[in-house]
């Protein structure tokens, strides 16, 4: 199966400077006969770009959301009013609707979906969520979750927490979902922001598929990593020896992830807004 990756919205700008960055990811991905949004940043942008890209967002009918961040789901809503919301399709995991928050230096911030459940519902768009760990949603397409946290310094980070279950309580983002797509070359992951740990959920990958990485693609959340979790993180992507480690919004500058890049050698490749990556 053919797969190609379109960055539609991404923190850092490419060599397109006809489009524009912001602080999100959204990713339009065609996988064979199908087409999907895979995340809608943080405002209408990715529409924006996407129409400057030549492609025609109120013909798309999938979206998938990677966790209920708004720098993910923050452009729903404009999707919506593009689209009409009718005979549209919307596949998230339990526990994405629930109020999310971070603690930041200046308090407590609000940090997720800037629209509720129901308001979805009476938009006609037809909701999915997906409650298997992993799950064909497209033929070759899989929506994974279920990551067990084994890495050590992969842990529950405390600042952030959720509303659930009538009490608030600190996030382990139970519901973010990543996608696997199978190739010729080998699996293809797409990564939202790796809340529950980049190689924590590269083992879950391997566990269940037991064929190989060719690529991951997408937010790692090394932004806040100090330079052991890189380390370690730089030596578990040596290790699996895979090709191509294309990691963006969440990971962190060129210059905070420098030894990495460095190591990686010609497997890393930065994604900025923009950028096309395709596979076999």
């Given at each position: ?23 999100g ?57 593009c689209?009409?919301?009718?005979e ?13 928050y ?13 629209f ?33 946290r084994?890495t ?76 052991k ?52």
């Open positions: 199966m053919k797969v190609s990756i379109t960055t539609l919205v991404e923190d850092s700008l490419g060599e397109n400077r006809q489009l524009n960055a912001e602080h990811l959204s990713f339009y991905i065609e996988a064979g006969e199908e087409s999907f949004l895979f995340d809608t940043g943080s405002t209408n942008l990715f529409l924006k770009n996407a129409e400057t890209l030549g492609l025609h967002p109120e013909t798309f009918k999938s979206v998938i959301i990677s966790h209920g961040h708004y720098d993910h789901s923050g452009g729903y809503t404009a999707f919506l009013e689209t009409g919301g009718q549209t399709h919307l596949f998230v995991r339990p526990g994405f609707f629930d109020g999310k971070g603690f930041k230096a200046g308090g407590m911030a609000f940090l997720g979906n800037p509720s459940k129901g308001e979805i519902e009476q938009a006609g768009v037809v909701i999915h969520e997906i409650e298997e760990e992993v799950s064909e949603i497209r033929p070759g397409v899989y929506s994974v979750t279920g990551f067990e084994n050590p310094l992969e842990t529950v980070n405390p600042r952030f927490v959720v509303d659930r279950n009538g009490e608030r309580q600190v996030d382990t983002f139970s519901d973010e979902q990543i996608l696997v797509m199978k190739t010729t070359q080998g699996l293809v992951v797409v990564l939202g922001c790796s809340h529950p740990g980049m190689i924590n959920i590269l083992e879950k990958v391997k566990t269940v598929f037991k064929e190989p990485i060719h690529a991951v693609i997408g937010g790692t959340h090394r932004v806040e990593a100090d330079a979790r890189i380390q370690v993180t730089t030596d578990y992507l040596l290790k699996e020896k895979i090709p191509h480690v294309m990691i963006c919004h969440c990971s962190g500058t060129p210059d905070h992830l420098k030894e990495l890049i460095s190591q990686l050698g010609d497997a890393y490749r930065p994604i900025h807004t923009g950028s096309v990556v395709s596979f076999q």
